[in-house]
C-alpha cells in the first residue's frame, strides 16, 4: 500500500470509525494492519510490528496459525452458526467438556456467551438467580475489589473500580455495589489475616444483602496490573463459606497459561462457584466466552420459581467460535507449555530488568507471561504510541503502565528486542 491510500485509509477511518476509549474529534493516530502472521503484524506500507500485545492478552499462539486455521476452515465447511436454542453441535458439547475437564472439579456447568462483559454479566446474574431461587431474594448486592476491571456493560462495569471505571458518570442507572480495599501483598509474600478486615467486617454487617464477591484471582489486570498473594484467596473463600456468599472468580485475563498456571486460581488452590474465562479462549481468532458454575447454582436455579436462567444470546456457542477454542485449547495442552512460560517470564525480567535503574519507573514486575513497567506519571499516549511504532513493535500502554503480554510463542530473541525497545522508549520520556 503507498502512502496515500495508507493515508486515505486513516483519514476515512477517522471519518466514520469510534474506536475504543477514544475521542471522535481530538483523533489519536491509528496504524492500518493489513495482515499478520506469528508474533508480527504487517503494517499496510510494509512495515513489520513485533507484538507485544496478543491482541489485548488473546492471540496466546500468534496470528494464522496452521492447526486454528485450519479448524476454523473445516467448520466453516460444516456450519458457520446455528441457534442453540432447541439445538446442539458438537463443537459445543466438546468444548463444554474440555473446559470442565481442564478447570475445578467443581465446576461443571457451562453457559456460553459472546465477550468477556456478557460472561461477567451472566455470572452475575447466576449468583443473584441462584439467591432468588433458593427463598433468599434479598441477597442481591456484590462486593468487588478496588483496581478492579470486569469489562463495560453496566452490570460488569457495577463491579469495576469505581475512580478508573468512572462511575459518576452514569449516575443513577449504575447499581451500587460494595468495594473493599484491594490486597496489597506481592505475589511471592504471605497474606496477613489484617488484610481481610475490610472484607470480613462488610460481610459480617452485610452478608443477608450480599450475593457474590467477584475478584480476579490474582493479577488485577485492566485495573493496574496488579499481581496480588495467593493466600488473600485461601482466605476469601473461607470468609465466603462463612457468611453464605457466592465466589466469582474473572480469569477473563489470566487464563489459559498467561500466569505460569493455566488457571490462576491454581496458584491459591481455591475454587470459585463460578468462573469467567474469555480472551485467550479461542486464542483470540473470534470472540466466545464462557461461565462455568458448579451444579448447586445450577441445580438451585433450575428447580427455582423460574425453572429457567433467564440469559440466552442470540450467538450463543457459535460453532466457528467453539472448535477454534477447542483447537487452541488442544494445541497449549499438546506443547510443554509451563516450561515455556517460565522461559517467557525469565526472558521477560532479564529484558525489563534495566528499566529499574530509571528515575521516572516506579516499579517493574513480571508474572509468567506478563511484563510491567510501572511509571510514576500517567504516559501521554498520543506522544509515546509512534514512539514503539518507529522501534518496530506494538506496545499499547494505559496509565501508568508500560506493560507486554506476548503470544506464548515468542522467541527468546523476539522477547529481547521487545522489552529493549520499552526500555528504550521509557527512557526516553
Ligand atoms: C477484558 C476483560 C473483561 C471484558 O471482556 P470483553 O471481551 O472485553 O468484554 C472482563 N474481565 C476481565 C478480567 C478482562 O480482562
Known sequence: MNKNSWEQLQAQDSRYIWHPYASATDIPEVFPVVAASGVR??????????????????????????????????????????????????????????????????????????????????????????????????????????????????????????????????????????????????????????????????????????????????????????????????????????????????????????????????HAGVEPDILCLGKALTGGYMTLAATLCSERICIGISEGEAGVFMHGPTFMGNPLACATAIASIELLLSQPWQRNIQRLQQALELGLAPARDLDQVADVRCLGGIGVIELREPVDLKQIQPLFVERGVWIRPFGKLVYTMPPFIMSDTDVATLTHAMVDVVASL
Open 41 to 266: 503484524l504487517e503494517l499496510a506500507d510494509g512495515r513489520e510490528l513485533l507484538d507485544g500485545m496478543s491482541s489485548w492478552w488473546c492471540a496466546i499462539h500468534g496470528y494464522n496459525n496452521p492447526a486454528l486455521n485450519r479448524a476454523v476452515q473445516e467448520q466453516l465447511g460444516r456450519m458457520s452458526h446455528v441457534m442453540f436454542g432447541g439445538l446442539t453441535h458438537p463443537p459445543a458439547v466438546k468444548l463444554a467438556r474440555l473446559l470442565t475437564e481442564i478447570t475445578p472439579a467443581g465446576l461443571q456447568r457451562v453457559f456460553f456467551s459472546d465477550s468477556g462483559s456478557v460472561a461477567v454479566e451472566v455470572a452475575l446474574k447466576m449468583a443473584i438467580q441462584y439467591w432468588y431461587s433458593v427463598g433468599r431474594p434479598d441477597k442481591q448486592k456484590l462486593v468487588a475489589l478496588r483496581n478492579g476491571y470486569h469489562g463495560d456493560t453496566f452490570g460488569a462495569m457495577s463491579v469495576c473500580d469505581p475512580v478508573t471505571g468512572m462511575h459518576h458518570l452514569f449516575g443513577d442507572v449504575l447499581p451500587a455495589q460494595y468495594f473493599v480495599p484491594a490486597p496489597e501483598s506481592g505475589f511471592n509474600d504471605d497474606c496477613p489475616e489484617q488484610e481481610l478486615a475490610a472484607m470480613t467486617e462488610l460481610l459480617n454487617a452485610h452478608h443477608q444483602e450480599i450475593a457474590a464477591v467477584i475478584v480476579e484471582p490474582v493479577v488485577q489486570g485492566a485495573g493496574g496490573m496488579r499481581f496480588y498473594s495467593p493466600g488473600y484467596l485461601v482466605q476469601l473463600r473461607a470468609l465466603c463459606d462463612a457468611f453464605d456468599v457466592l465466589l466469582i472468580f474473572d480469569e477473563i485475563a489470566t487464563g489459559f497459561g498467561r500466569t505460569g498456571k493455566m488457571f490462576a486460581l491454581e
